[in-house]
């Protein structure tokens, strides 16, 4: 039997590259597989994938965050961002008990924008005290014991009414300086702590929305919004109001090779047919020249240089032109996602990456458990 070999770092760069051209993508099959190379060892091994998997962080704020994941394949980077998506439980509003409502609102229509309104508390509360809550089966009967409880239900209040403002300025035509509460804002709806909740979500860690100015309803003199709030935890795959990220989305970083020298005013166009700061200006010099002997006979000239590949949508503008044909591919990785999350306020944006690891993980336990008890 031969030996094995390992094929060079250029013709692993050139699998895991996808290319793009004018107009066909090519190279997007999975290679990475025993058997697909003849005398290539391409068994999985977790040494070679811990020296190759790094998670790099671009952006890293409170409500949103970019990071690359690298070294991964598609199906794994997928399901973190599915995970994200639906799995990772958050609390919202799920009924609301309405005793008066006035307003030119419908009832169900005030229900369903109270309903997406985003909350944030305490964070050991939400994700260790409070519990998932079950629904009382359709037949059941009211007077039975009741199924909320403190460590499952949130109570949220919203009870307000508009009047006119004495002694307005004459001729004044806006409502909010003509009338106490014209306007009905996430601000206005109150928490009302039941049992040990006052532990978990008191000062700073109170249940509040996200943003207090989210508009909730318009109201006249004589209006009045009156109704009750309970808030339950949930996942998104029951309901987009309980997903924890307003997006969650990845792309391939994207690869631009320059072939030959672009120079001039050829440099110039090129830089156009990318988005700003992908593509740099700059002179050749005669280091450059001594470096890269295509260069030579365009010293002082100057050329076109990547700066900025991650910034790139892969519009293939540049192979729309002849003058760059044979001088640039284009492509993109397939190991190395570029995510871009957007919490919805619950969670830290860095967080739900986290969680999402934590929780397939969980999924890979019950999963090897399952197919374990199968073959005994």
């Not at 190759?52 to 952006?59: A, D």
């Not at 009302?192 to 909730?216: H, K, M, W």
């Not at 030959?260 to 166009?269: C, L, N, Q, R």
Request: proline share 7%.
């Amino acid at each position: 039997m031969a030996p094995l070999t390992k094929p060079s770092q250029a013709e692993l760069d050139r699998r895991r590259t996808i290319g793009i051209n004018l107009e066909t993508v090519t190279n997007v099959s999975a290679t990475e597989f025993p058997g697909n190379y003849p005398g290539e060892d391409l068994a999985w091994d977790i040494d070679e994938f811990r020296n190759s998997l790094t998670v790099k962080f671009h952006k890293n704020e409170q409500f949103d965050a970019s990071f690359s994941l690298i070294g991964v394949d598609a199906s794994i980077a997928n399901a973190f961002r599915r995970i994200m998506i639906s799995e990772i439980p958050t609390v919202a509003i799920e009924t609301v008990y309405i005793d008066n409502n006035t307003s030119v609102i419908q009832d169900e229509v005030l229900a369903h924008r109270l309903g997406l309104i985003p909350f944030r508390g305490g964070k050991d509360g939400l994700r260790n005290f409070i519990k998932f809550w079950k629904r009382p089966a359709p037949d059941a009967d009211p007077s039975e014991f009741p199924t909320s409880f403190d460590y499952n239900t949130l109570k949220l209040d919203l009870r307000i009414e508009c009047t006119r403002k004495p002694n307005p300025p004459a001729g004044e035509t806006d409502p909010t300086k003509l009338y106490n509460h014209a306007h009905v804002y996430a601000k206005d709806i109150v928490f009302s702590p039941e049992g040990r909740q006052i532990e978990y979500f008191s000062g700073e860690d109170a249940i509040t929305p996200v943003n207090p100015d989210i508009l909730v309803a318009k109201l006249r003199p004589g209006q009045v919004i009156d109704l009750e709030m309970h808030m339950h935890k949930g996942i998104g795959a029951d309901h987009a109001k309980y997903s924890p990220v307003c997006t969650a989305s990845y792309r391939l970083l994207p690869l631009i090779t320059i072939t030959k020298p672009i120079v001039g005013a050829d440099a110039t166009k090129f830089a156009k047919c990318f988005p700003e700061g992908v593509i740099g200006l700059e002179k050749v010099t005669k280091k450059m020249a001594e470096q890269d002997k295509a260069y030579a006979p365009h010293v002082g000239e100057t050329r076109a240089t990547v700066v900025d590949p991650m910034r790139d949508t892969v519009s293939r503008e540049c192979l729309r032109h002849p003058e760059f044909q044979g001088k640039v591919k284009l492509g993109r990785r397939k190991d190395h996602f570029i995510y871009s999350v957007e919490s919805s306020g619950q969670w830290d944006s860095d967080e739900l990456f986290l969680e999402s690891v934590r929780m397939l993980k969980i999924k890979c336990q019950k999963l090897e458990k399952q197919v374990k008890n199968m073959i005994r």
